[in-house]
């Protein structure tokens, strides 16, 4: 789509193409709404909203109060009443105080009453550290959000994925968390934090559409074709599992899930069964981490072609330390260390 | 902690903490001559456009129309024709007859599990005649007079019960735990308090579509405690939602009484103060004081004056649920002395003053409605009972997960069938 001439694209951050994915959605459907806190007149804390309110309307894009149990039992309100509600989460690490209203009303809501009621609502949230923001605004609370039976979760790794899959996440009509990887919001992170950033405008998915386009969930993208093995990565991961892999040279095909629920799970047996060794990459926390799942279904489904054990590489069963930040972050060394030792027999 | 904590150089008093317990346990003779009772006509009936801040006492008060001699008084007086008076008696006799029935199912192991509302009909039949018909009722899990009241068809509440055949939500709900769209009853939650944000959401959505419906929720004065109820209450007064809050404080959650929500320092309509939102607290079992109060905080959010929080004042006659036993922990007397009566009795009592109603046709419609539940309960089990026998198509199990069924939940679904298949064999089918 991104390569037709037809469509006028524009050079969007993450941050411009969820935006621009948001706007589009107001404009199309005059049931979205976008809440949260300080998201209307300001814009977000991370700009996310910026514009929204002034363009589409105080009651389509407003603020609410601090209370993150309020804003998604509200929107789950909303939803039986036949709006879209797309609630801001400001951090992912805010999201627990309304985790009751997630996991018991909005993912039960359409099981529960036949659906009677149904829940279209997206929550947004960043997650994930880098930016020195301590152990409560840094967390990967994903594999919360995958274990939860009828919520999708939606991790997008640069500018036009995010806003084909918020777009769709925005029209499914079923609860969709959407992660977004907030390191990544201004340009792909190498996992060197020493050098300087470079920002999306130098990336090819900074070319985004300005209307309307969806990337359906459920779909992984290949980030890089390879022989070597298989790297399962998704949102900030993604591009540093990239830089690794060229430096050290490896042919490594990696493979960006982008849902991980549902989980492209064909695009990953494919792979896994053509190379026959698969590394899986994610900042979360190790234990029952979303890595866990990866590697079980890995292993189910393509133990006769694996050449060595599934590796995981991590963050640490820790919470997210503010000064250590660099030494807790699954970055270039310990990438390296794991990718040498499964490519070693 | 080390028992040489406190210095022994202090001289201040040691702390204490309070745990509160209620006046009265099994063996205590129970007296609630304390409680206050305002006399019927003593409450103001400010307009609805009054402001929060001038209506304060109302939350301290009690709003009352029946007198106990079955005289209708004052201001609230909701001057309501004989024929709906008649109706209103009517749906709460048949939510009566109707628990009653449903309680004694239970016991006979035809489900597994009921929970009553006796002594609480007038709560939710009175406040739902209030409404409009497209008004949304968020319930909690002891409203089944809202669905009576809207002429849901009872034999689908029994269906439900039953998780038979004929129910919609095909057995994947506890028992009670309806949804009714077409009715403007919202699915119930097995979990507490959590309906109170999503009516605020649902009210805020209406205002915001300038459609004319208001959002109506219950909880218990238990629930009350819990976060969400907090967080509704503070949306709702941000946005100045069209949405009225019902806190049914029937005296006990399950075993707990409601000093340990709050109510030994101050009333749960009380809660709107700090707000900023209306607020009354209402005798509960006067059906023309909970029709008036919520008419009134109906009118309000209809007219953009703000959400309402109403408290019934109320008390719970049988236990919990059916897995409950309230002589465990409170006197078994409490529900015979308590000094506002029954709701039925109450409102039988007014239509007989007015001339409207006798002892013999109270007679004549009990049998009539206890019959036409037999009736039902009759038809609904002819499309099975719990746990005798499976009545849904296994699969059912993996739909409305999600909207399409993804790939995970068909594998698991393929693995079930196998699972039958080897326990019932290749031709096995619902009953």
Same mark, same amino acid.
């Given at each position: ?14 941050? %411009? ?87 018991? %009303? ?35 609370? %994903? ?48 996992? @060197? ?19 309307? @386009? ?19 990565? @998704? ?92 030494? @807790? ?17 | ?9 202090? #001289?201040?008093?040691? $702390? ?15 007296? &609630? ?25 109302? !939350? ?69 005649? *209030? $409404?409009?018909?497209?008004?949304? !009722? &968020? ?19 029994? #269906?439900?019960?039953?998780? #038979? ?33 999503? *009516? ?18 219950? !909880? ?8 969400? &109820? ?9 946005? #100045?939602?069209?949405?009225?809050? +019902?806190?049914?404080? +029937? ?41 008036? *109060? ?9 007219? +953009? ?41 109450? $409102? ?15 007679? *004549? ?6 019959? $036409? ?24 199990? &993996? ?13 698991? !679904? ?18």
């Amino acid at each position: 789509m991104s390569t037709d001439t037809q469509i006028a694209t524009k050079t969007m951050n993450m941050i %411009e193409a969820i935006n621009s994915a948001m706007d589009v959605m107001l404009e199309r459907d005059s049931n979205v709404v976008v809440m949260g806190e300080d998201v209307g007149f300001f814009g977000g804390v991370f700009r996310a909203t910026a514009g929204l309110q002034k363009k589409h309307g105080k009651t389509r894009v407003f603020d609410t109060p601090i209370n993150e149990c309020g804003i998604i039992g509200v929107a789950v309100g909303m939803g039986a009443y036949g709006l879209r509600p797309v609630p801001e989460i400001q951090f992912a690490d805010y999201i627990y105080p309304g985790l009751d209203q997630l996991v018991s %009303e909005a993912a039960r809501l359409r099981y529960r009453s036949a659906a009677d009621f149904v829940c279209p609502m997206t929550v947004r949230t960043p997650f994930g550290g880098g930016i020195f923001g301590g152990q409560t605004h840094s967390q990967s609370p %994903e594999s919360i959000m995958t274990h939860i039976c009828g919520v999708k979760t939606v991790i997008p790794s640069n500018p036009y994925d995010a806003k084909g899959l918020l777009i769709a996440a925005i029209e499914d009509n079923d609860p969709v968390v959407f992660l977004e990887p907030k390191r990544i919001y201004n340009g792909p992170f190498s996992g @060197y934090y020493d050098r300087p950033v470079e920002p999306w405008s130098k990336h090819a998915a900074s070319a985004v559409p300005e209307d309307y @386009y969806r990337i359906e969930l459920g779909k992984a993208a290949t980030v890089r074709e390879g022989e070597a093995l298989t790297i399962l990565a @998704y949102g900030t991961m993604v591009h540093v599992t990239k830089t690794i892999v060229e430096e050290m040279g490896i042919d490594a095909e990696i493979i960006d899930l982008r849902t991980l629920l549902p989980l492209d799970i064909d695009a990953i047996e494919t792979s896994v069964k053509k190379t026959g060794r698969c590394l899986v990459i994610h900042e979360a926390t190790r234990t029952s981490g979303f890595g866990a799942e990866l590697a079980a279904l890995v292993q189910e489904r393509c133990f006769y072609h694996l050449e060595a054990p599934v590796e995981r590489v991590t963050g640490f069963d820790t919470p997210y330390p503010h000064s250590l930040e660099w030494a @807790y972050f699954p970055g270039p060394v310990r990438i390296a260390t794991a990718l040498t030792k499964i490519l070693k027999d | 902690m080390p028992e040489t904590d406190r210095s022994p150089a202090s #001289n201040l008093p040691p $702390l204490s903490l309070h745990i509160p317990e209620p006046r009265y346990r099994p063996g205590d003779t129970p007296d &609630f001559g304390d409680i206050v009772v305002p006399a019927v006509d003593a409450t103001q009936r400010p307009s609805e456009a009054t402001k929060p801040d001038a209506m304060r006492d109302l !939350c301290y008060g009690l709003v009352r129309v029946l007198d106990f001699d079955g005289q209708a008084k004052g201001q609230w007086d909701p001057k309501l024709s004989r024929e709906r008076l008649r109706t209103m008696l009517r749906y709460m006799m048949l939510v009566r007859a109707f628990d009653d029935r449903m309680f004694r199912a239970q016991r006979q192991g035809k489900t597994s599990f009921y929970m009553k509302c006796t002594g609480e009909e007038a709560t939710s039949v009175a406040s739902t005649m *209030a $409404l409009d018909r497209g008004d949304m !009722c &968020f319930p909690s899990y002891r409203q089944q007079g809202i669905l009576i009241a809207r002429d849901y068809p009872l034999i689908q509440m029994m #269906n439900q019960i039953y998780s #038979n055949r004929g129910d919609h939500l095909m057995g994947r709900q506890l028992p009670i735990m309806y949804s009714a769209p077409e009715h403007g009853f919202f699915s119930v939650s097995g979990n507490l308090a959590t309906q109170y944000p999503q *009516a605020v959401g649902w009210a805020m959505a209406s205002a915001s579509k300038g459609d004319s419906r208001i959002a109506t929720v219950w !909880c218990g004065e238990g629930s009350s405690a819990e976060g969400d &109820f907090h967080s509704a209450l503070t949306f709702a007064t941000v946005y #100045n939602a069209p949405v009225i809050f +019902n806190v049914v404080n +029937n005296q006990w959650a399950i075993s707990s009484f409601s000093g340990f929500a709050g109510g030994e320092r101050t009333t749960f309509a009380a809660r709107a103060v700090g707000y900023g939102i209306a607020g009354l607290r209402i005798d509960g079992n006067d059906p023309l004081a909970v029709y008036a *109060a919520t008419q009134w905080a109906a009118d309000r959010a209809r007219t +953009n004056n703000g959400p309402t929080l109403i408290e019934h004042f109320t008390y719970r006659s049988e236990g919990h649920s059916t897995s409950d036993d309230p002589t465990a922990y409170r006197p078994a007397e409490e529900p015979t002395i308590w000094p506002f009566g029954d709701p039925i009795d109450r $409102l039988r009592q007014h239509l007989e003053t007015l001339g409207e109603w006798d002892g013999e046709r109270h007679e *004549a419609q009990r049998i009539e409605l206890e019959d $036409l539940v037999k009736t039902t309960q009759k038809q609904s089990e002819k499309l099975g009972i719990l746990g005798h026998g499976m009545h849904q198509p296994f699969e059912t199990m &993996f739909q409305d997960v999600f909207e399409d069924m993804p790939w995970h939940l068909q594998e698991q !679904c393929t693995q079930m069938l196998a699972e039958q298949e080897a326990k019932f064999g290749p031709d096995w089918k619902p009953e």
